[in-house]
């Protein structure tokens, strides 16, 4: 019977491991020293590996090198969907003529041939695409994308020319689609079309809207449909820090293209298909947020209880859905059948979540804590569908951890699933949890927007039961000093209060007295100098922040813009020194 297996990188290693029930490490497995980068093929044949000087091909059921293709200071590696390809890329360096060399290389996994160099300087969307039986491979180059035949790549098969396009997509089914999206400039909306390849002539469905500068594009797995997330990096209604979202489907043959209608505003979090290809689901809205399901026409279907939730994903077999709370949030999951009536399956706290993945039989689910985004409490654990902790692994640093990638036909689904198996003895040893009980999510008082996060607290912040009780002490004291004569300090401080609280009627009366203004001035000065500072500082962050996504895009830079990039190592340790934390 298949097993279950996971890769789990650290700063110079990597190890595969197998699940339930054993855990054991591949023995026939031994990399070499100083792993950079490391991933299974989209069919889990192949393992990958790079080192400062080479990668390594491996057979994930054996451990045994495959192959060894020579190439140093590679940043990033991809394969192509059933693996008979290798991509690497490197950063792009100028050759004595001024120009940028190849830095993209392509090489046959299956016979150990390099294929083929090419010049791709920036590395966002640098990977070749394929069909989904590696028939063809397409690239974006500027104002067009290229095809070519498998079994000639010495020069392109055919061209589909898009002025401004700046995103493509092939179909992952057997159609042979492709879809491209040219962004909004200059008053000219944003688009995107569908093609037949090599039929370029006519797109056979597309559909143009505004407020859209870059879009986020995910196919059905039939490769029959077609979701667009567009988006802008800004919010010209100031009602949201993190820009505008729409939603869009398309359909491949043109019979429908439409803007899903969400009834709740905000961005939008999270877009993804069930493996039936029927139905989709959107994580929406201001938190708390909105999650809903829609059947292949943006028809709603059902929609869950608002939750401060961020994250959405079917199990391999459609037939959950967990919904969870990451990143910023507690880290909440919950889980629901599909299969009856979207009834709660089970609720269980992951704190600290970085990424989290269905195991390819559709009983578990893997979370992991990462490094770079958390230096602390980096581990796998591997939780049961119904809420049960079954595995835990702590790690001094963890890059990367996900499962091997199985065809779901070797893990048939039964209508009577089994129930949670023991837990594995490190999941006693897992923070705040005990083997083999569920692990309920625990309300952890008011929710906090991102902005209001990572700050000193002001007098107005979140208020704390502890903080609550010790007021009303402070309360009850007053009251009982009430019958006490009062210092002249006390005189005046208690002047002042009624000062202010007498502006403050006067002012939502439509009135306003003098002593308003100096109590606003006295409220404004209890914010304190600190905080100031503080809030000066992530404001330059998040201007940081938008000049590198800028350069990431390959737009130019002013020479004063690079030189603020380099300064947020010196930003942020600033506000480490201020006891602002991440």
């Not at 290389?105 to 010049?119: D, K, M, P, S």
């Amino acid at each position: 019977m298949a097993q279950p297996q996971f890769l789990a990188r650290t700063p110079k290693s990597v190890t595969l491991q197998s699940s339930v029930p054993e855990f054991k490490l591949l023995s026939g497995f031994t990399p070499a020293d100083g792993v950079r980068m490391s991933l299974y093929s989209p069919n889990g044949k192949f393992f990958a590996y790079s080192t400062s000087e080479n990668i390594q091909i491996v057979d994930p059921d054996t451990g045994a090198i495959v192959q060894t293709f020579v190439s140093p200071n590679i940043i990033d590696i991809a394969f192509s969907p059933r693996g008979s390809y290798l991509m690497t890329w490197e950063r792009p360096k100028r050759e004595e003529s001024g120009n940028f060399g190849p830095n993209l290389r392509l090489w046959n996994v299956i016979t150990g041939e390099y294929v083929r160099a090419f010049t791709q300087k920036n590395q966002a969307g640098w990977k070749l695409q394929f069909s989904f039986d590696e028939k063809y491979a397409a690239r974006l180059v500027t104002n067009e994308v290229e095809f070519y035949d498998t079994t000639n790549f010495k020069s392109s098969w055919a061209r589909l020319k898009v002025e401004g396009v700046s995103a493509f997509s092939l179909s992952p089914g057997q159609n042979y689609s492709v879809a491209v999206f040219t962004p909004e400039i200059s008053g000219r909306p944003a688009s995107v079309k569908v093609y037949q390849i090599p039929n370029f002539k006519q797109p056979v469905s597309q559909k143009t809207f505004f407020k859209a500068e870059k879009a986020e594009m995910k196919w059905n797995k039939l490769g029959t449909a077609l979701l667009v997330l567009g988006s802008t990096e800004v919010d010209k209604s100031g009602k949201s820090y993190y820009g505008e979202t729409n939603l869009y489907l398309l359909g491949i043959a043109g019979s429908y293209d439409s803007r899903i209608q969400l009834d709740k505003e905000g961005t939008i979090h999270d877009f993804t298909w069930s493996p039936n290809s029927r139905e989709f689901g959107v994580v929406y809205g201001y938190m708390p947020s909105k999650t809903t399901i829609f059947d292949a026409r943006g028809n709603v279907v059902h929609s869950f209880p608002v939750a401060p939730k961020n994250t959405l994903l079917f199990s391999p077999h459609g037939r959950f859905i967990l919904v969870a709370g990451f990143g910023n949030l507690q880290g909440g999951v919950d889980i629901y059948d599909r299969q009856k009536q979207f009834v709660k399956v089970s609720s269980f706290e992951a704190a600290n979540t970085v990424g989290c993945e269905w195991c390819p039989n559709g009983q578990y689910v893997l979370t992991s804590t990462t490094s770079p985004r958390l230096r602390v409490d980096n581990s796998i654990k591997l939780w049961h569908y119904t809420g049960k902790l079954i595995y835990y692994k702590e790690y001094p640093e963890l890059f990367a951890a996900t499962w091997r990638p199985q065809d779901v036909s070797l893990y048939p689904i039964r209508s009577t699933l089994e129930s949670a198996p023991e837990p594995h003895a490190s999941a006693a040893t897992a923070p705040g949890t005990k083997a083999g009980a569920s692990t309920e999510s625990k309300p952890k008082g008011a929710y906090v927007p991102p902005h209001a996060r990572n700050r000193i607290q002001s007098p107005n912040s979140v208020v704390t039961a502890t903080q609550f009780q010790k007021d009303f002490a402070a309360a009850a004291q007053a009251a009982n000093d009430s019958n006490k004569p009062l210092s002249k300090t006390a005189l005046k401080n208690k002047k002042k209060r009624e000062n202010k609280k007498k502006a403050e009627e006067e002012k939502q009366d439509g009135t306003e007295s003098p002593e308003g203004s100096a109590a606003d001035a006295q409220s404004a000065s209890t914010i304190s100098p600190e905080e100031k500072k503080i809030r000066s500082l992530l404001k330059k962050l998040r201007a940081i922040q938008d000049l590198k996504a800028r350069q990431l895009n390959g737009d130019k830079l002013e020479d004063t813009q690079v030189k603020k990039i380099a300064t947020e190592d010196a930003v942020r340790k600033e506000l480490t020194s201020l006891g602002w934390s991440e």
